[in-house]
C-alpha cells in the first residue's frame, strides 16, 4: 500500500459496507434524537414548575447521567445489566444508551428555556384566561422552547457523534464497520481519511441547519 | 465483604484511577495552553491566519473524540512509523485536540469582551503586541474563562475513559480487566460476574469527582455574572 497516495478503488469496494454503517449511524442518532427532545420536553417543564415528585426524580437522572461518563453508562447497560437478569440486545442498547444521555442534557436545555420565559408573560396569559396547559402550549413553549433551540440543536450533536462509541458494544455504526473494514483491508489511511470526512460532512451540515432554523426561529428580539 | 473486593478495589485505585488522572492532567494542561493561544490569535485580524485556526477548532470539535483517538493510534502510525503512540499517550493527544478547540473559542469571546480602552491604554504605555496580551488583557480574560474551565475539566475526566477502547489504563479500563479475571475460572478467576458491582463502582467514583466540580462551574458563573 502506498502510504500517501489514496487509494480511490477503495470506496468503490468498501462504499457499500460504509454506507450501511452510515445508514445505522442515522437510524440510531434519529431514535436517539427524537426520544431525547420528548424527555427534554417534559422533564424540563417538570424541573423549570416544579412539579412535585416528577421534579426531584428528574433532577437526580439529570444529574447521574450528566457527571458519569457515557462509556460507563454503555458499559451498565450491556455488561452490567445482564448480571441482575436485564438483557438487553446491542440495537436496544445503542439507541437507549444515547438517548438517556441526550435526554439528561436537553432537560437542562428546556428547563433554562422554560425559566427564561418572562413571568408577566404567563400572567398575562392566566389573566385572558387561559389554564396552566393552555399557558404551557400557548406562551411558555413557543417562547421557552425557542430560547432552548440552540443549545438543544447542540446536544443531538453531540448524540450523533456519542454513536460512535457503539463501537464498544460492536454495534455495526459507522466507526464499528470501518474499524472492520481496516482489519479486513489493513488500508489504514484510507479507511480513517473516509470515516473523518463522514463525521465532518454530516457534524458540519447538522451545525449549517441549526444557524437557518435559528434564524427563522428566533424571537423577534433576539433578531 | 467478599475476599475479591480488596484487591480489585485496590488494583482500581492504584493503576486505574492513577491512569485517569494521568490523562486528565496532561490533557487539560495542554488544552489549555494551546487553546488560549489559538483563541487569542484568531482575534488578530489577518485572514488565513483566522482560517486556518477556525479550520482547527472545526475539525477537532467536529469529529467524535473516539474518531480522532483513533487516527492518532492507528492511521498515524501507518502513514509513519515515527508516529507511534502508547495508549495513554495517544488518548491525551486527542483530549488535547478536542479540548484545545473548545478552549479556544472561549478565549477568543473572553477576549473580545474585554474593552478596547484597555488594549489602547496598554498601548499608550508602551506594550507591544506580545507585552499587551499577557500582561493586561489575558489577566482580565481568564477570570471570564474559569467557569467554562472548570465545565472543560469535568468533561475531560469523563472522556478520558474513551481510552479505555484503545487499552489505555485507565478507571474503566482496570474495571474490565477485573471483571474478565474475576469471571475466569479457577485458578486464574472465581468463575463468577461482577460486572454489576465493579461497573456500579466506577460509575459512582466518576459521580463523586464530577458532581462537586458541576457545582463549583454553576457557582463560579453565578458569581461572575
Redesign the interface.
Known amino acids: 500500500m502506498s502510504v500517501l497516495a489514496f487509494e480511490w478503488g477503495y470506496l468503490v469496494e468498501n462504499g457499500d459496507a460504509l454506507l450501511h454503517g452510515l445508514y445505522r449511524t442515522i437510524y440510531v442518532s434519529a431514535i436517539a434524537i427524537a426520544g431525547a427532545f420528548v424527555i427534554g420536553l417534559v422533564l424540563g417543564a417538570a424541573r423549570a414548575y416544579r412539579i412535585p415528585v416528577v421534579s426531584p426524580v428528574a433532577a437526580v437522572y439529570v444529574e447521574v447521567i450528566r457527571n458519569t461518563p457515557i462509556l460507563v453508562q454503555i458499559f451498565m447497560l450491556y455488561f452490567a445489566l445482564p448480571e441482575v437478569g436485564i438483557r438487553l440486545d446491542a440495537f436496544t442498547v445503542a439507541w437507549l444508551s444515547v438517548m438517556l444521555w441526550g435526554g439528561a442534557f436537553n432537560t437542562e436545555n428546556f428547563r433554562a428555556g422554560f425559566e427564561a420565559v418572562p413571568e408577566r408573560y404567563r400572567e398575562a396569559a392566566f389573566g385572558l384566561g387561559f389554564g396552566p396547559l393552555g399557558v404551557f402550549l400557548n406562551v411558555a413553549l413557543p417562547i421557552g422552547g425557542r430560547i432552548a433551540l440552540p443549545s438543544s440543536i447542540n446536544t443531538y450533536i453531540s448524540v450523533l457523534k456519542n454513536t460512535s462509541l457503539l463501537y464498544v458494544i460492536s454495534y455495526p455504526e459507522l466507526t464499528t464497520t470501518a474499524l472492520q473494514i481496516n482489519a479486513l483491508t489493513l488500508q489504514t489511511v484510507e479507511t480513517f481519511t473516509v470515516l473523518a470526512v463522514i463525521y465532518l460532512v454530516l457534524v458540519w451540515s447538522m451545525s449549517a441547519a441549526i444557524r437557518l432554523l435559528e434564524g427563522h426561529l428566533a424571537l423577534p428580539e433576539a433578531r | 465483604m467478599p475476599d475479591w473486593v480488596h484487591p480489585v478495589s485496590d488494583y482500581m485505585f492504584h493503576e486505574g484511577l492513577r491512569g485517569t488522572l494521568e490523562i486528565a492532567v496532561v490533557s487539560l494542561v495542554g488544552a489549555l495552553v494551546i487553546g488560549v493561544l489559538l483563541g487569542t490569535l484568531l482575534t488578530i485580524d489577518f485572514r488565513p491566519l483566522r482560517a486556518a485556526i477556525r479550520l482547527y477548532i ?2 477537532w470539535r ?6 480522532t483517538i ?2 492518532i493510534f ?2 498515524l502510525p ?3 512509523p515515527a508516529l507511534e503512540f502508547s495508549p495513554l499517550t495517544a488518548a491525551a493527544i486527542g483530549l488535547i485536540l478536542w479540548g484545545s478547540a473548545q478552549v479556544a473559542e472561549t478565549t477568543r469571546g473572553a477576549v473580545v469582551s474585554i474593552p478596547r480602552e484597555q488594549h489602547e491604554a496598554a498601548a499608550a504605555l508602551g506594550f507591544g503586541w506580545i507585552g499587551r496580551h499577557v500582561f493586561v488583557i489575558l489577566p482580565q480574560a481568564l477570570r471570564r474563562l474559569l467557569p467554562p474551565v472548570v465545565s472543560l475539566l ?1 468533561n475531560i475526566i ?5 481510552a ?2 484503545i487499552g489505555a489504563n485507565e478507571l ?1 479500563e482496570s474495571g ?1 480487566r477485573s ?1 474478565e479475571r474475576l469471571t475466569a475460572p479457577p485458578p486464574i478467576g472465581l468463575g463468577e ?4 458491582e ?3 463502582a ?2 459512582v467514583v ?2 463523586l469527582i ?2 462537586p466540580l ?1 457545582r463549583l462551574a454553576a457557582y463560579l458563573e453565578r458569581r461572575l455574572a
Open positions: 472545526e475539525v467536529g469529529l467524535p473524540i473516539l474518531v483513533f487516527i492507528f492511521a501507518a502513514a509513519s469535568v469523563q472522556n478520558t475513559t474513551i479505555q477502547v474503566l474490565e471483571v460476574v461482577h460486572a454489576f465493579i461497573y456500579g466506577v460509575m466518576f459521580f464530577s458532581f458541576t
